[in-house]
């Protein structure tokens, strides 16, 4: 079944192109609720598009966390699917401009309904794949987000895509979804990260075609070939050799100091968390320029024992502060980056639709 997207894109197919341009930038303006109520479009055009759903997304359950005010959203597609949407809890910044002190959050929004990757420490990857989400249904979760900030004075800052989904396997709607918000949102490029768990083939696409120089984090959790096959099952062979070359690549492209590429390090007890790895971690970071290593604690999924492996432990915050210490040392700008919501399973790889019903 074509998206509403799509079946809105089909409407406007004898349109001049700036027509799609004009109702992308009102999906934008918080005066307007509805296709009728373009000023822009001509009053038959207007007409005819009445009936399509200002919002391709409709919230289901709206959870907060008693933690730290995240706010975690459960969104109902038009074919009956669930995304989630995450409005991280604490403030990135608090700064004032001239309409008085405005508070800033990122967003974490999904590419797509469940996904295909299968890393084992994650809740979405067990709930399989459903399908890729279209460019209208990720912009919109921008515009849920900014629905529920602005009545607080607050708005989206940055926007992260580490939701439910592989970005770069619904690349041309993130793509586009990615371009739309650049054009009418105060979202820059730095303002925008997409996090992958690595499509070699997709990523060199990045480097050569005309894919908004947006941040890039890539999920790395194993620098050891062989232990990051078994928490991720996606990995393809040869996948740590590729990566340097292409953040070598990606750094001969993209110079400036604002294009650092993130390495996501989720801390599984017991599994990539002794001396081994932590070497092997940073043999890999030295090859690769200008690079920023965020380690996560493992935030617990499930109690029970899933694909036959046993329950993963959280790395103890000794450990991860060992770690962060000796890449400090080693010369890396590293991070602890301990995830918000927890308590609404919210957090970094808790994603699987809860509040479902
Ligand atoms: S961590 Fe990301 S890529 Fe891996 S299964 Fe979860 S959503 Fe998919």
Redesign the pocket.
């Known amino acids: 079944m074509a998206s509403v997207y799509q079946q809105l894109k089909e409407a406007l197919a004898h349109e001049p192109a700036f027509r799609l341009r004009q109702i992308q930038a009102a999906w934008f303006d918080e005066h307007v609720h509805g296709y009728s109520e373009i000023s822009t479009l001509p009053v038959g055009l207007r007409e005819a598009l009445a009936a399509f759903p200002w919002m391709s997304v409709v919230t289901h359950t709206l959870l907060i966390s008693k933690q730290d005010n995240t706010r975690k959203a459960l969104l109902k597609l038009g074919d009956g699917q669930y995304i989630e949407t995450v409005i991280m809890g604490r403030r990135s910044l608090k700064v004032t401009d001239a309409t008085g002190a405005l508070d800033r959050y990122t967003i974490c929004v ?1 590419s ?1 309904a ?6 084992v ?6 709930q399989g794949f459903k399908r890729n989400l279209s460019a209208q249904e990720i912009v919109d979760q921008y515009r849920f987000s900014t629905d529920i900030l602005r009545p607080e004075g607050a708005r989206v800052a940055n926007m992260v895509f ?5 970005p770069l396997l619904n690349y041309q709607n993130v793509k586009e979804a990615t371009k739309i918000l650049l054009a009418n949102t105060d979202l820059g490029e730095t303002k925008i990260t997409v ?3 690595g499509v070699p083939s997709v990523m060199e696409q990045v480097l050569t075609d005309d894919f908004p120089p947006v941040r890039w984090a890539i ?1 790395l959790h194993s620098a050891i070939e062989e232990s990051r096959k078994e928490i ?1 099952p ?1 990995n393809k062979p040869g996948f740590l050799e590729f990566l340097v070359k292409w953040a070598n690549t990606y750094h001969v492209r993209f110079p400036s100091r604002t294009h650092f590429i993130g390495l996501e390090y ?1 801390m599984l007890g017991g599994v990539n968390d002794d001396e081994a790895h932590l070497q092997a971690l940073i043999a890999l970071a030295r090859r690769m320029p200008h690079i920023r290593i965020n380690l996560i604690p493992y935030n617990s999924i499930s109690d029970e024992p899933v694909d036959n492996k046993t329950i993963f432990a959280r790395t103890s915050s000794e450990r991860i502060e060992y770690w962060h210490a000796t890449l400090m040392n080693a010369g890396f700008t590293s991070t602890i980056r301990y995830s918000q919501g927890q308590d609404i399973a919210a957090a ?2 808790q ?1 699987k639709n809860t509040a479902q019903v």
């Open positions: 999904s797509q469940g996904c295909p990757m299968r890393c420490f994650c809740a979405t990857g067990k580490m939701g439910q989904g592989e996090s992958t768990a999920s991720m996606s989720i970094c790889g994603l």
